[in-house]
């Protein structure tokens, strides 16, 4: 299958000389198989892929001192080549006629064949070589198991459980920050961003207060494995007009061992790329979370 985006203009007020994006072009070959076995009662999908992006467009921030007559960062469409392997796996076997089992997996190795990005290394703009590198955000592995179970009583009412678990691997990083806690000190914490260039991790922003000359490792580590346990139990009645249902969302209390899988403490989901030393706080994974809920149907 061959697919087409229309390129365009980015249109912020300051943006005027950045000039136009390319149309984003792609290329995908899969072969796959559908099958039922056991009756029907097996049911078993995979499918192995390869694709192919010219210009694949994604918007991504600039800073203001790689932007000709702006003082002001924006974001901008950016386009880079992109080629991926990888194959699904789709499993639901309906062991009794009141329990199903399911098992889904996927795996992606996606890389960049061709990519400039635009980075500030000590106030200067510099434009970064990433071709060969990972697919940003793009993770290795994932797969999710689960069971549905389901009781018919005699009234007529049903109960229904359901559990899942997810799994998605970490991602690599080639910018990661860095947080000196002197909270002991009484004094704001130190702030760093670091990036890899040219195969090597510098500080690519520095603290405004911190003496630090030199990254203390050698790369930024890949972002956490992420993982999560669902839990959900209800009761249909009858008629199927009104359900009530108890419910627990990551049930193992998970959190990444570094928040944004980075060293340091608050990592790239909460450090702000804007930050003087002081910085910005946003959000984190959602906790452990439990309730019940009522449903009615009035139909």
Request: aromatic share 14%; with cysteine.
């Amino acid at each position: 299958t061959e697919g087409y985006k229309a390129g365009g203009f980015n249109s912020a007020a300051d943006d005027i000389l950045a000039g136009p994006f390319d149309p984003e072009e792609v290329t995908n070959y899969e072969l796959g198989m559908k099958s039922s076995w056991l009756d029907n009662t097996l049911r078993v999908n995979a499918a192995v892929f390869s694709y192919t992006y010219d210009n694949l467009q994604s918007l991504e921030f600039v800073d203001a001192a790689c932007l000709p007559n702006s003082s002001v960062g924006t974001y901008l469409f950016e386009t880079s080549n992109v080629e991926g392997d990888g194959f699904e796996l789709n499993v639901n076997w309906l062991a009794l006629p009141s329990l199903e089992l399911y098992f889904n997996t996927g795996y992606l190795d996606a890389k960049y064949t061709e990519r400039e990005k635009r980075e500030v290394i000590d106030g200067q703009c510099v434009v970064r070589d990433e071709s060969g590198e990972t697919f940003s955000k793009s993770p290795d592995m994932n797969f999710t198991v689960g069971a549905n179970y389901s009781y018919d009583f005699s009234n007529g009412g049903e109960m229904v459980l359901a559990i899942a678990y997810n799994y998605t691997e970490g991602v690599p990083q080639d910018s990661c920050f860095y947080v000196v806690d002197n909270k002991a000190a009484g004094e704001p914490n130190d702030v760093y961003k670091f990036t890899k260039v040219d195969g090597q991790l510098i500080i690519s922003d520095p603290s405004a207060t911190g003496d630090l000359t030199e990254p203390p490792f050698s790369s930024c580590p890949d972002t956490d494995d992420q993982e999560q346990l669902n839990a959900r139990l209800a009761y249909n009645s009858p008629e199927r007009d009104w359900t009530v249902a108890a419910f627990v969302t990551n049930a193992t209390n998970w959190t990444p061992d570094h928040v944004g899988g980075e060293p340091g403490g608050l990592g790239s989901q909460l450090a702000s790329a804007f930050s003087d030393g002081s910085p910005s706080y946003g959000r984190t994974d959602e906790p452990r979370m439990y309730g019940v809920e009522f449903r009615y149907n009035f139909q």
